[in-house]
């Protein structure tokens, strides 16, 4: 799978669920508090735009976005916005 995807697990009734981001087939567990969610999306958004230093690299704003899209509607929005026109573009150059 090669694509970019939010999901929930349920755990317990009684705790949330378990947050998890899935990239590339991988589920990478995010933290239950909504403050280190966005903590976390808005660092990788800001570390990311020095990307031309060593260590830090571009690949940190679009990791941040998916990370603030799990909180924000807007993010979130225009997240799906580009999956949906990426989907059809992939399909697109399928048929051909």
């Known amino acids: ?3 970019l995807q939010l999901q929930s697990k349920p755990a317990d009734r009684s705790e949330q669920p378990a947050r998890t981001i899935r990239i590339f087939g ?3 567990p995010m933290p239950r ?3 280190a969610r966005v903590l976390i999306g808005v ?3 800001i ?3 020095f990307g031309f230093l060593p260590i830090l690299g571009f690949w940190m704003i679009p990791l941040g976005l998916l ?3 799990y909180e924000f509607a807007t993010v979130r929005r225009a997240r799906r916005r580009l999956q949906v026109w990426w989907e059809k573009r992939r399909r697109r150059g399928a048929a051909r």
Do not use: A, F, Q
């Open 1 to 3: 799978m090669t694509e």
């Open 26 to 28: 991988r589920d990478l």
């Open 33 to 35: 508090s909504r403050l």
């Open 43 to 45: 660092g990788l958004v």
């Open 47 to 49: 570390l990311g735009i």
């Open 67 to 69: 990370v603030l899209s």
